[in-house]
């Protein structure tokens, strides 16, 4: 497929000088397509520049002549649909109905339906566009491709968006030639069998993020508990204690507090549900029964939630670096160095104070760096050009480094607050010590199963031995070979 990605959108040979297209060449295969919408003008570029001989069935074709490339041939559907064996029909639903006159000159042919219906018309509907389609011609052969595909990717190439090409068809044969035409243009397609599935495969551009409702909601409903917890602390109880107005703090420095605790949270979420997989098949002793469906869509949205993490530890850092700017941090540096003058200081510094800064900002910028890696690798561009181990060792090892860091980040940030009085509000213990439980009980499972006993135990089950089972397996032991007996 790399020759097909590599050749550009139109064929040198098709261009003339004047940089337009130019006739096709009379061998080239011959495909109609009915419609002159955005999307069929982008379909006709694009098979063009595949070597395709296109022509197009147009209701006005003087009209819509001009917008199509020179090499296309544009003109009245009835002539557009005697010679092509493969048809495009790049048309509305409620127009299909328009091309029942056709139906003798359409016996027999393959028709493409790219279609796609609006969500209300999904719902309310139980019938495909493809399988109404192929109601209303059952002499035809009806295929369902291209619907997932863009105008924009069609001009830009498939490069610049998803090469995969879902097909639906009750015929093989039709599938095979639409598969090749597929490929012929440079994408990948990917058979879902026959045209029943068309429902699915129409659903697909209809879903908006699916994989991400749930990693969203929980980043939501986090952020919205830390922050009405550090409004509680570093708002509420000032101004009804002292009578301090400190409302000020909401926009920037009470989001600012909430971001770091959103997203160290949602990174230990991240590996929380390895741990428990682990401890799982640890307490089965097998690898071969399924995990509940919770664990198992939680291990699904782990990207997404690492991801939403990294996400708000960016925002956090761009929070921190605009906290110098604003006034209040000017007036409290003001402030200071009056009540500096009053107190007739001329030196004010803390060695501890300085110190736990500096670690602190120093292991703020690590963490976050260790999670834009992860961030990068998770890609598909870049994670399809890594083997196995490095992608493994990228999310795994130097994920559980990034919790580790971290975790210190938040320690440092704490020091010994969490030890004096003052810091309890409203008798709420400060904010970060909410946010170190799941992070500080992953860390500990992750320490507990590097010991040997639980280490080589885990190791074996899942390279297949079952406590239970009839087939005992021995690990190699340095570069001896694993032992495998069998009793079945």
Known sequence: MSGEMDKPLISRRLVDSD??????????????????????????????????SVVVGSRNPKRTAGLFPSAAQVTFQAEAVDSPDVIFVAMFREHYSSLCGLSDQLAGKILVDVSNPTEQEHLRRRESNAEYLASLFPTCTVVKAFNVISAWT?????????????ICSDHPEA??????????MGFMPMDMGSLVSAREVEAMPLRLLPGWKVPAL???????????????RDVLQPYVRDGKSKFYKLPVSVVNTTLPCVAYVLLSLVYLPGVLAAALQLHRGTKYRRFPDWLDHWLQ?????????????????????????????????????????????????????????????????????TLSLLAVTSLPSIANSLNWREFSFVQSTLGFVALVLSTLHTLTYGWTRAFEDSHYKFYL????????????????????????????????????????????????????????????
């Open 301 to 369: 949205h782990r990207k997404q939630i690492g991801l939403l993490s990294f996400f708000c530890a960016a925002l956090h850092a761009l929070y921190s670096f605009c906290l110098p700017l604003g006034r209040v941090s000017r007036y409290e540096v003001v402030n200071l160095a009056i009540k500096q003058v009053l107190a007739n200081k001329s030196h004010l510094w803390i060695e501890e104070e300085v110190w736990r800064m500096e670690i602190y900002l120093s292991l703020g910028v690590l963490a976050l760096g």
């Open 429 to 488: 213990p400060p904010t970060f010590t909410l946010t170190l439980l799941v992070p500080c009980v992953v860390i500990l499972a992750k320490g507990l199963f590097l010991l040997p006993c639980f280490r080589h135990r885990l190791s074996k089950i899942r390279r297949g031995w079952e406590k239970d089972g009839a087939i005992k397996f021995t690990l190699p032991m340095d570069h001896a070979l694993a032992q495998k007996t069998s009793h079945v």
């Open 218 to 232: 929980l980043a939501l409903g986090l952020f919205i508990f830390f922050y009405v917890y550090n409004f509680v």
């Open 175 to 184: 599938k095979r030639a639409v598969s090749e035409m597929v490929q012929a």
């Open 19 to 52: 940089g337009s297209l130019a006739e096709a060449p009379s061998e080239a295969p011959k495909v109609g397509v009915l419609g002159s919408g955005d999307f069929a003008r982008s379909l006709v570029t694009r098979l063009l520049g595949s070597g395709f």
């Open 154 to 166: 069609l001009q830009s190439g498939p490069r610049d968006g998803n090469r995969q090409v879902p």
